[in-house]
């Protein structure tokens, strides 16, 4: 008799597992999707009483389940939904991510993705501790810690403010990011990715949105183009790429766009990490001189 729970969650795998198919991803990932998919119809208790007892390391003991797969089946536990699933058909929908974080209701949502860029909980996290979500959202502390709070719970860490700093020996490189960017955009360009119809800004429901699925070694990409309300009304769908990749603390995102200003003006470059971007582009050569004056002395 299969357990109710575990065929859920198995569904939204082997869901995963053949949306990842159609789109051309690496067929040992699409085959990693069932096999865990199996494992979980396979377990003779809830997959949550595992979980309870053993963590995210027991649920990397089942068949096929590797670290990602066990974060997402954490997830799924935690919230009762698979959030990539909603990227991959087409529905992400960044005003309902933020909406479901409490203290933050729909208007303050709209002005935290409108005007601090804001998609996801990540993002959301570093703003509630570097001091935008008080000071440019009006947040009060009492919001704000609660905030906090909720985020360390679901992102599935407590951190102190300083260990936001980006860490790279889990972080990619820009060079890395750029270089998923690059083949992104290429591919599109050539008419080779599959396309998606996105739920969101598409009446029509035209399939228009290309998606990538690419590797560099550990980690699994996806990249699609920005469809988001702001990419939109700034005629940037075709511009901004979002990249989503698997990191030690579950799903992460990265959103990749053209500079319009300063030394890194027409060149690509990943949103919050310009200062390694620059450096980058230092290293290769590829940034203009910087631009000296000099006075002549009465």
Known sequence: MSIPLN????????????????????????????????????????????????????????????????????????????????????????????????????????KLHEELEIDTLEELEAAAHDGRLEHRAGLGPKRLAGIRDSLAHRLGRVRQPALLVPDSGEEPSVAELLGVDGEYRQEATAGRLKTIAPRRFNPTGESWLPVLHTVRDPRHYTALFSNTPRAHRLQKTRNWVVLCYDGRNGEQQSTIITSEFGRLQGLRIVRGRERECEEHYRKLGQLPPVQRSFSRAA
């Open 7 to 110: 065929e859920y969650i198995a569904g939204l795998l082997d869901e995963a597992a053949r949306i990842f198919a159609e789109q051309g991803a690496n067929r040992f990932r699409v085959q990693a999707y069932h096999r865990a998919a199996d494992a979980l119809r396979g377990l003779p208790r809830p997959v949550s009483a595992l979980f309870a007892d053993r963590g995210l390391a027991g649920l990397e003991e089942l068949p096929g389940v590797g670290e990602g797969i066990a974060r997402s089946i954490r997830d799924v536990l935690r919230h009762g939904r698979l959030a990539m699933l909603d990227r991959l058909r087409g529905g992400h929908d960044p005003i309902a991510l933020l909406c479901s974080v409490p203290g933050i209701g729909k208007a303050i949502a709209w």
